[in-house]
């Protein structure tokens, strides 16, 4: 049920972090860490979306279009064993036409055992402007893709490069899916308020997510090891009290270039290192928190609404 | 109203890439690439001089380092110049310290302007490698292909009289291309281009005109990119090529010969606090056991060398 107030877009209820019900993770973690690698195909000769321009020169936009194609030629590889010297598992935020342009890619997450969930068909390809049908079919697509070359169910929505509409979340909810990767309002999963069925928000990061570090804040690449050390060592404090999210949004075009892979390298050894951390995926997350604190969370969202009314 | 069909269709969602540029390949599954004397990694170290006519209209988008104050934008034409009359000759000297010789990336405009400078380059044994005609005339894909082959034309005839060299190397103004850049490149003796950021290997790009190569070149190590772009010190810009550097140095070990170029824009990287810095990257580099210092066009030649020869 949407029942909040115009200008606030209603997907979840005001519920502080202070006094909420107690969140935990399997075998007493402290903390829940994910790594979202996104891994993304952007298109050549897109169409024109109208209301979000591509590419920001005219195309064909060889330097833009290039430096993305570099994650899948070189970049993932040095992503992948950094993760792997860690021990860490990615839950891919996927283009999907992905599997298609580079099923060898796929294959070597696959065999690992990470998981896959939707970051839309093409990066170069949004869902502004498109109707409910567009968007649905964009996430049975998703699925079925995911389905056809992993095998696996498409639990997970992050919409392609941000763009979402103002029903998208009841649509993910209603074609099965069990989380969004879209909002940023937490440091712990939010129950979300859809038409029909359950959804929830599990933590993303902008914060911590490469794109926002190097394309968008211009930190260094030994500054962004910092950043996380940081926001893993106050979160892993914080979990102590109730069981928190960290995630690390990755994309191998940026983690994976040369003078940054051994900063970054360092930084997930640095979190693997510690005891009680749940190297997780969002499935992983999504279904624990569904199965064992979904119901305290609407019920306290529930408690907490009503008090205001009376109030 | 719902967005037109023909955004829930995928006309090129198939094997390989959304073109026909060139085939989808891993950095890491190609066969290993030998350089000479068994060398691990060649160091490919290119200053770029660049001219920005002072009435430019900066459309249909400015390269990086366009004038951007209004007419006539003094600071800006002038602080860019100045890699062409100082700057430079600091990175040369620098270059020629430490007995490595590069390619220099000029515009057309910088050798017509300025052929005492061309000549200085050439005689100290750098390859020129052309930088399109100045920094205003960017490649572009609203460009009719007439226009863009006479740009080529120009550049390339003004700058293999000024060096009498081949020029067989290229590089865009702003890395920018037209869908035809290539092939009007490779219509005119252009064996290698650097505006692609894909790889850190060379390779080859088909063509209307046959094939050229794409040769690597760093473009987020870049002097400009890290210290303007990105507002990062001189000190970090250094840091970043050494573990550049030192990771691509690394996976020599395992991968064959890897290319590590060091972009130095003349009007930046020539500016005085700075070529300390410069100095001390390129020097870090050299003293590891197997750095090859070269220019692209002997890049370039030793890796069809080693990509022809037969493989184990």
Not at chain 1, 134 to 148: G, N, V
Not at chain 2, 133 to 146: I, Q, R, S
Not at chain 2, 289 to 305: C, D, H, K, P, R
Request: glycine share 8%; hydrophobic share 40%.
């Amino acid at each position: 049920m949407r029942t909040s107030e115009p200008g606030d877009p209603g997907l979840y209820d005001y519920l502080p972090y202070r006094g909420r019900p107690k969140v935990t993770w399997p075998n007493g973690a402290k903390i829940a860490v994910w790594i979202a690698p996104n891994i993304e195909f952007y298109e050549y000769d897109p169409p024109k979306n109208p209301q979000r321009t591509p590419w920001g020169r005219p195309l064909p936009d060889v330097l833009a279009y290039s430096h993305r194609d570099y994650g899948n030629r070189v970049g993932f590889r040095r992503m992948l064993a950094a993760m792997d010297e860690a021990g860490f598992r990615g839950s891919v935020s996927l283009n999907v036409a992905l599997c298609d342009h580079h099923p060898e890619i796929i294959r070597m997450c696959a065999d690992r055992g990470w998981e896959f969930f939707s970051h839309g068909i093409y990066n170069t390809r949004y869902a502004y402007g498109m109707s409910e049908e567009q968007e649905r079919s964009i996430i049975r697509d998703s699925a079925q893709t995911i389905r056809k070359w992993t095998g696996q169910t498409l639990d997970g929505w992050l919409a392609p490069a941000l763009s979402n509409n103002s029903w998208t979340m009841d649509l993910l909810a209603e074609e099965g899916l069990l989380y969004t990767c879209d909002l940023f309002h937490d440091d712990q999963p939010t129950p979300l308020n859809v038409r029909s069925g359950r959804l929830l928000s599990v933590p993303y990061s902008l914060e911590m997510n490469d794109t926002i570090v190097y394309n968008t804040n211009s930190y260094s690449p030994r500054h962004y090891a910092t950043i996380i050390r940081r926001q893993f060592d106050q979160l892993y404090r914080e979990g102590a009290t109730s069981g928190t999210v960290m995630c690390i949004p990755l994309h191998p075009y940026l983690v994976g270039q040369p003078h940054r892979i051994e900063p970054f390298a360092e930084a997930l050894a640095y979190i693997a290192g510690h005891e009680g951390v749940w190297r997780a995926t969002g499935r992983e997350i999504a279904r624990h928190f569904l199965d064992h604190h979904y119901d305290a969370a609407v019920a306290a969202n529930a408690a907490a609404n009503a008090a205001a009314a009376t109030a | 109203m719902p967005l037109p069909d023909d955004h829930l269709a995928y006309a090129h969602r198939r094997h390989g890439m959304d073109h026909d540029l060139y085939p989808w390949s891993d950095l890491l599954d190609r066969p290993r690439v030998a350089w000479p004397e068994g060398a691990r990694v060649a160091l490919w170290v290119a200053p770029l001089v660049q001219w920005f006519p002072i009435d430019g209209s900066g459309k249909p988008f400015r390269a990086p380092g366009g004038l951007t104050m209004p007419f006539p934008d003094l600071r800006h034409y002038t602080n860019r110049d100045y890699g062409n009359r100082v700057g430079i000759f600091r990175l040369l000297d620098t270059m020629a310290d430490l007995g490595i010789r590069g390619s220099v990336m000029a515009n057309a405009a910088v050798a017509r302007r300025y052929p005492a400078l061309i000549r200085e380059v050439v005689a100290a044994g750098h390859e020129i490698v052309a930088h399109g005609l100045d920094m205003e005339h960017v490649h572009h894909g609203g460009l009719p292909e007439a226009d863009e082959r006479a740009i080529v034309a120009d550049a390339l005839a003004i700058l293999r009289d000024a060096s009498g060299q081949a020029v067989t190397g290229w590089l865009s103004p702003g890395r920018s291309q037209s869908h035809a850049t290539l092939g009007i490149l490779a219509s005119q003796g252009i064996a290698y281009a650097c505006d692609w950021a894909n790889d850190d290997m060379p390779f080859v790009m088909a063509t209307p005109a046959g094939p050229i190569h794409a040769m690597p070149f760093a473009q987020e190590t870049d002097d400009r990119t890290v210290m303007l772009d990105m507002k990062q010190t001189e000190d970090s810009w250094l840091e970043q090529v050494r573990d550049r550097f030192d990771v691509l140095y690394r996976e020599t070990a395992t991968g064959g010969g890897r290319v590590m170029s060091v972009p130095l824009h003349a009007w930046v990287a020539g500016v005085p606090y700075r070529i300390g810095a410069v100095r001390e990257a390129l020097a870090y580099c050299l003293g590891h056991e197997g750095v090859w210092a070269a220019t692209g066009a002997e890049i370039l030649s030793a890796f069809q060398a080693s990509t022809a020869a037969p493989h184990e």
